[in-house]
């Protein structure tokens, strides 16, 4: 996602316990974040995370909230709404035998089977981009506007293809 904000933690940081931490980009990293996401604009973000050892990787649990300003998809208006959600994520390092099996095995899916963890490229978790990630997803893509009615009303009028040629046939008709 966004390079520019990154807040990595080391999974030996782990080996004392669970670290807690809030997370708040400044002003240019919040630009940054919002032209990554098609967002006009990124007002406010704040990130509160607990992240405990789990096998030989790590748990990210916490909450997020975002003021995002976007632009209405019916009115084409800029418009600001606030956005929360929770992370829920397990991460263990490459080679981990937690890891998930690798490509072109079979894959069972389980709808109420917790999330296989995350590969890890390094030592390392990187929080930010898990905040960007859940952030991503709470967006909606299609934005409206408080209040924002999309009003349509079709055309009466014949429109087919042989009311054209009929109106050529018969230019007074």
Not at 141 to 164: I, L, N
């Amino acid at each position: 996602m966004s390079a520019d904000w990154t807040r990595p933690l080391r999974l030996h940081e782990l080996g004392r316990g669970a670290v807690t931490l809030t997370l708040e980009p400044d002003a240019a990293q919040r630009a940054k974040v919002a032209h990554d996401l098609g967002l006009e604009s990124l007002p406010a973000l704040t990130a509160s995370l607990t992240v405990k050892p789990w096998l030989d990787g790590a748990e990210i649990t916490g909450r997020f909230r975002a003021v995002v300003e976007q632009i209405c998809s019916v009115s084409l208006d800029p418009f600001q709404q606030t956005l929360e959600g929770r992370i829920e994520v397990r991460a263990v390092p490459q080679g981990s035998p937690h890891a998930p099996a690798a490509e072109g095995g079979e894959v069972e899916l389980d709808a109420d089977a917790p999330d296989p963890p995350d590969v890890l490229d390094g030592d390392a978790v990187d929080l930010a981009g898990y905040v960007v990630e859940h952030l991503a997803l709470e967006v909606d893509p299609f934005p409206r506007k408080p209040g924002a009615e999309f009003d349509y009303t079709p055309s009466t009028q014949e429109e087919s293809p042989f009311a054209v040629l009929r109106k050529l046939k018969d230019p007074e008709g």
